[in-house]
């Protein structure tokens, strides 16, 4: 839905952007581990590391932990 909007507080973000921001920092982290920089972990683990990095940089600190874990484990459901 391209018009949604992500409410929290006074600041509102589009959805399409947290979205984008949260893949965009898929690389970095992957490469991080990869070097040894992070240590290895669970790839759900990883995006629930860079979803909530970027959660706080749109300002949506407020997301609960139940929705969180519901965005990282969304990507299961998805269809192959």
Known sequence: MRGARV?????????????????RAYRPALISVLSGDTP?????????????????????????ETDRDGLVRAWHRLRA
Do not use: I, S
Not at 9 to 21: F, I, K, S, Y
Not at 42 to 63: I, K, Q, Y
């Open 7 to 23: 409410n929290a507080g006074r600041r509102t973000r589009p959805r399409l952007a947290v979205a984008d921001a949260w893949r």
């Open 40 to 64: 290895y972990r669970p790839l759900d683990e990883l995006h629930r590391m860079m979803l909530d990095e970027v959660l706080t940089e749109f300002g949506l600190d407020a997301l609960g």
